[in-house]
């Protein structure tokens, strides 16, 4: 088993800016970020490869619409997992959720990760 501790999430103001953490256990071979806004589907943000087996092995990967304004990170003494959102826009709001998978990469469809974090919530007021 995996467990996941996110932090991080906040109030901010529109163009602010925040860092979420993710804290892992245990072995990983991807973790990602994704998120959820009220209403709608949960989406991927961005994912990193954390397993050394892999032959992307610390390389990072972004959702399309994401790219720009997020960075993904990963601290590799500490097995945490970065976010750092700049820009933030009110569409942004959402429950930011870790995932992490011992598996696959690449990939966005939630099935492919086993393991998910509680979430934090990230809301940008106009």
């Known amino acids: 088993q995996v467990q996941l501790v996110e932090s991080g999430g906040g109030s901010v103001q529109a163009g602010g800016s925040l860092r979420l953490s993710c804290a892992a256990s245990g072995y990983t071979y991807c973790m990602a970020w994704f998120r959820q806004a009220p209403g709608k589907e949960r989406e991927g943000v961005a994912g990193?490869?954390?397993?050394?087996?892999?032959?992307?092995?610390?390389?990072?990967y972004y959702a399309d619409s994401m790219k720009g304004r997020f960075t993904i990170s990963r601290d590799n003494a500490k097995n945490t997992l970065y976010l750092q959102m700049n820009s933030l826009k009110a569409e942004d709001t959402a429950k930011y959720y870790c995932?992490?998978?011992?598996?696959?990469?690449?990939?966005?469809?939630?099935?492919?990760?086993?393991?998910w974090g509680q979430g934090t919530q990230v809301t940008v007021s106009s």
């Open positions: 995932a992490a998978d011992r598996r696959r990469c690449g990939s966005w469809h939630t099935d492919n990760f086993d393991f």
């Open positions: 990193f490869y954390t397993g050394g087996d892999s032959a992307y092995y610390d390389s990072a």
